[in-house]
Nanobody, 129 residues
Framework: QVQLVESGGGLVQAGGSLRLSCAASGRTFGNYAMGWFRQAPGKEREFVAA????????YYADSVKGRFTISRDNAKNTLYLQMNSLKPEDTAVYYCAGFQSTTYYSDSYYTRPHSYNYWGQGTQVTVSS
C-alpha cells in the first residue's frame, strides 16, 4: 500500500509560480508511474502531467506544456510539479496519483485517471486574475 500526501497549494496571482510536492510512504515508489491530475468545480478530473520510472519519460497536457514541469526524487520518495506562468484557468484541486509499473504502456495510458490506483487527498491551487 502506498500513501500519497500533497502539499504546496495556495493562492497566487496570474503569472506567478507554485511548486507542489507529493510525499509517498508505505513502499518505495521508485518503480511507480506517477502523475498529477486536477479537478475544477463542476468539471471532470483531467490529466496534467506524468512521469514514468523507466527512463524518466514525462508527459504533459497541452494546456500546461511549457509552463509546468514534473519531476521526482526517488531517494526522497517525493514527486514535484513546478507550475510557472499560472493562469486563472489553472485553478483547481490538484491530485497526485501513482501505479506500480514495471513495463511500458501506451502514451495515452498514463493520461487516464483509471490507470492509477493510488491517490492523494488533493491540494487547492487558486490563481487570481
Amino acid at each position: 500500500q502506498v500513501q500519497l500526501v500533497e502539499s504546496g497549494g495556495g493562492l497566487v496571482q496570474a503569472g506567478g509560480s507554485l511548486r507542489l510536492s507529493c510525499a509517498a510512504s508505505g513502499r518505495t515508489f521508485g518503480n511507480y508511474a506517477m502523475g498529477w491530475f486536477r479537478q475544477a468545480p463542476g468539471k471532470e478530473r483531467e490529466f496534467v502531467a506524468a512521469i514514468i520510472w523507466i527512463g524518466g519519460r514525462t508527459y504533459y497536457a497541452d494546456s500546461v506544456k511549457g509552463r509546468f514541469t514534473i519531476s521526482r526524487d526517488n531517494a526522497k520518495n517525493t514527486l514535484y510539479l513546478q507550475m510557472n506562468s499560472l493562469k486563472p484557468e489553472d485553478t483547481a484541486v490538484y491530485y497526485c496519483a501513482g501505479f506500480q509499473s514495471t513495463t511500458y504502456y501506451s502514451d495515452s495510458y498514463y493520461t487516464r485517471p483509471h490507470s492509477y490506483n493510488y491517490w492523494g487527498q488533493g491540494t487547492q491551487v487558486t490563481v487570481s486574475s
